[in-house]
């Protein structure tokens, strides 16, 4: 048996402790220039060292301008500028999303705090071939002042239906932003790109309600689109502390005629709730077509908010009781929470605000992972500095995953107003599992689970040999994964890279039947076979 040093231990506990910051942080804005908040992240799956982040810039109110910036190597360092068109002046709530082809889009509202006219008279969008570097003079689009266009959200059919490659943008449309006159409404309106970014559909009105011109609660504000499998097209959005969600399955041309109620959200999406948000599974994953809902609100108290995410298995017709992100005592408070759904392995990533630990006022960011389809969720601090919550952090953050490649983005208060932005580098993401031992083991092992029977909780012991064939920067792939007495793979605890060591991974129940259950662990890369071992279980509740 070889011995590790108490040196090189104290070094892996530590970066395996989930009290501190395991994953390199990297300020994304230049010192001299912060911004206002409002960011969006883009990871493009053509190529993974291209990386784009959208916010509002540094000239707010006087002279909105958003800023741009972009990564050529994962997210280690960073350029950028402001976004400059000659088609209006860029306002607010940038939206960043990329095609099947690796070209980046830029969606923005245009003429923000500028009085009418024109004021929030349009919609641009901007195109990007090159990872983010440069940006073409855009598409002015949704242009139907005196009516004004606020808060959009945009996304890009992924799916190999006809419709693929589609671009789609919804948005909060106001007969007056702000209004307080009764006979003022607003709505979720619907455009369409099919030529990337260079033409627009004719604005289509998607919600049946009418909100309220106020832009509060009673105002749908933020709608999140997202696409299905199959090239559906999907939409949820606030109004009067209830999420509604609506569905079209030909590219947007025709919706539902009643939009569906899919949860309350008490306290509604303003006062740091936010609007809810949304995505999609379309990967190979057992949980493909099951369409996410992430909110934040204040069912268990004021000073109390928590994170929630509803799932759909029949497309958006029915929905499940909300499953608890956080996993923090009550009398914390979490906020503005943004979700994605990796196209390639289907799990769902969670980023948000979180004051455990702090006072009211500070903060850390914290990411949650589901692995078995929003089931249960495993939470870990990813900021290595807090935040003033009582600042303006803007009305929503980011987080983006391709391939187990994970970029969260957040704002760093400075000043009242002004924000840095910053990145997380998540390769891995090792949590619940705790390195046992000093020793190397000689040869793989997987322990019989304890305790057995068990309810609702129980833990996983396995072993992982040195190799002279494991990658000596990596460490070798790992997989362990749960499996009911049909075969199907009902949870993946750990798919990750790991050094030789003894490991123990726990595995909540809570949320599944009585019976039998089979854990199986795969190690990748082990010369001259693969190493895989199956165990069985028993939940008894």
Known sequence: ???????????????????????????ITPASSPVY?????????????????????????QNTAMGYFYSTNGGLNWSGGPLLTTLAQPGSDPIVVVDTNGNFY???????????????????????????????????FAQLYPKMDDMPMACVDFSHSSYGNNIYVTWTLYDHYTSSNPNDSSYVYFCRSTDGGITFSTPLRVSKIAGSASGNNSSPEGPEPCTGPN???????????????????????????????????????????????????????PYNGNIYICFAD????????????????????????????????????????WICVDRVTGFVWVVFYDTRGHTSTQADVYVARSTDGGSTFQNIKVSEQTTTTVNWLGDYIGISA??????????????TYYCE???????????????????????????????????PSTKIKFDIPDSPF?????????????????????????????????????????NYTSGIYFYKLMASGVEPGDFNKTKRMVLLK
């Not at 509202?109 to 008279?121: E, F, G, I």
């Not at 998540?426 to 068990?454: A, C």
Request: charged content about 15%; some cysteine.
């Open 37 to 61: 908040g409002e960011e969006y992240i883009m990871i493009n799956p053509k190529n993974t060292d291209q990386v784009v982040v959208g916010s509002i810039g540094n000239y707010y109110p």
């Open 231 to 285: 090239g559906e097209v999907y939409v949820c959005f606030p109004h009067n502390e209830q999420i509604f969600f609506n569905r079209s399955t030909n590219a947007g041309v025709t919706w539902l005629e009643n939009d569906i109620i899919v949860s309350q959200q008490i306290g509604g999406w303003a006062q740091y709730n936010f609007s809810p948000v949304s995505d999609c599974d379309i990967s190979n994953s």
């Open 1 to 27: 048996m070889k011995k590790i040093s108490l040196f090189v231990l104290l070094l892996v506990v530590l970066s395996l402790n989930p009290i501190y910051s395991q994953y390199v942080n990297v300020r």
């Open 402 to 415: 391709y391939n187990n490649k994970v970029r969260p983005v957040w704002s760093r208060s400075i000043s």
């Open 470 to 510: 494991m990658k000596e920067s990596r460490g070798m792939g790992v997989r362990l994964s749960i499996y009911d007495l049909l075969g199907r793979e009902v949870a993946i605890l750990l798919d990750e890279q790991l050094k030789p060591g003894t490991y123990e991974v726990e595995w909540d129940g809570s």
């Open 298 to 337: 204040q069912k268990n108290g004021v000073n109390d908010r928590d994170i929630w995410v509803t799932k759909s298995t029949n497309g958006g017709f029915n929905w499940n009781t909300p499953v608890r992100v956080n996993n923090d005592p009550p009398g914390n408070d979490q906020r503005l929470p």
């Open 106 to 140: 830029y969606v923005t509202c245009a003429n923000w705090l500028m009085p009418p006219p024109p004021w929030l008279d349009k919609l641009l969008c901007l195109r990007s071939t090159n990872g983010g570097m440069n940006w073409n003079n855009g598409t002015a």
């Open 421 to 455: 932005l910053w990145t997380a580098i998540i390769d891995t993401f090792i949590i619940g599992i705790e390195p046992i031992s000093t020793n190397i083991p000689d040869k793989f092992s997987l322990r019989q689970n304890y305790p057995n029977p068990f309810n």
